[in-house]
Nanobody
Framework: QVQLVESGGGLVQPGGSLRLSCAAS????????MRWYRRAPGKQRELVST????????DYADSVKGRFTVSIDNAKNTMFLQMNSLKPEDTAVYYC?????????????WGPGTQVTVSS
């Protein structure tokens, strides 16, 4: 199937920016969408953004609209999340996820996550 690895997390001050990456390997040609999720301490997992691998328009959670931008470099099998104007409430572990199909079976893959901490 597909293996995913996130990178780019870290500590940033409020108002700052970070760029997360999600590198995909394996059966990447069978993916049809990629997503970013996050889980903040004590909260449920939240879907942050979805982008089709075909290059169509992306969707965002209301909480990040206008601040986060997702993109895909298909040549490098990598998805990015540009996060600007970061707030303390953006602190979470960020996970990338992909949806795909092999034959008649759908599959889902997850990365291990990367920590983002927004604090002064």
């Amino acid at each position: 199937q597909v293996q995913l690895v996130e990178s780019g997390g870290g500590l940033v001050q409020p108002g700052g920016s970070l760029r997360l990456s999600c590198a995909a390997s394996g059966s990447t040609g069978n993916m049809y969408a990629m997503r970013w999720y996050r889980r903040a301490p004590g909260k449920q997992r939240e879907l942050v953004s979805t982008i089709p691998t075909s290059g169509g328009s992306a969707d965002y959670a209301d909480s990040v609209k206008g601040r986060f931008t997702v993109s895909i470099d298909n040549a490098k099998n990598t998805m990015f999340l540009q996060m600007n104007s970061l707030k303390p409430e953006d602190t979470a572990v960020y996970y990338c996820n992909c949806l795909g199909r092999l034959g008649s079976a759908d599959f889902v893959s997850w990365g291990p996550g990367t920590q983002v901490t927004v604090s002064s």
